[in-house]
Nanobody
């Protein structure tokens, strides 16, 4: 059974950092793209970052460029999202999702929730003083 499990969320002050993890099981990361999304209360799910596992190509939403970093550890079947210089507007539930790379050929597809067919349950990130 395929599964994605996020962890690492929490409460942090503005300017602080967190590292989110997305551990996958039931399949290997090769030939997949993994995306991180977030959803704040009353808002639509927003694409944050995306990585192509085989070639390591990464994409970031403008709102997080220079602050967030996506990375992978294929041996550990894990994708990370490092969140630095956090702002209150980063508060949301963060989700990871995966899709076969053949179905994620355009950068724009990385930021569309409908591109991805498998999702984790999410981890809450709250940025507040």
């Amino acid at each position: 059974q395929e599964q994605l499990v996020e962890s690492g969320g929490g409460l942090v002050q503005p300017g602080g950092s967190l590292r989110l993890s997305c551990v996958v099981s039931g399949f290997t990361l090769d030939y997949y793209a993994v995306g991180w999304f977030r959803q704040a209360p009353g808002k639509e799910r927003e694409g944050v970052s995306c990585i192509s596992i085989n070639d390591g190509i990464t994409y970031y939403a403008d709102s997080v460029k220079g602050r967030f970093t996506i990375s992978k550890d294929v041996a550990a079947n894990t994708v990370y999202l490092q969140l630095n210089n956090l702002k209150p507007e980063d508060t949301a539930v963060y989700y990871c999702a995966r899709e076969h790379i053949a179905l994620v050929q355009l950068e724009s597809q990385c930021f569309q929730a409908r591109t991805f067919s498998s999702w984790g349950q999410g981890t809450q990130v709250t940025v507040s003083s």
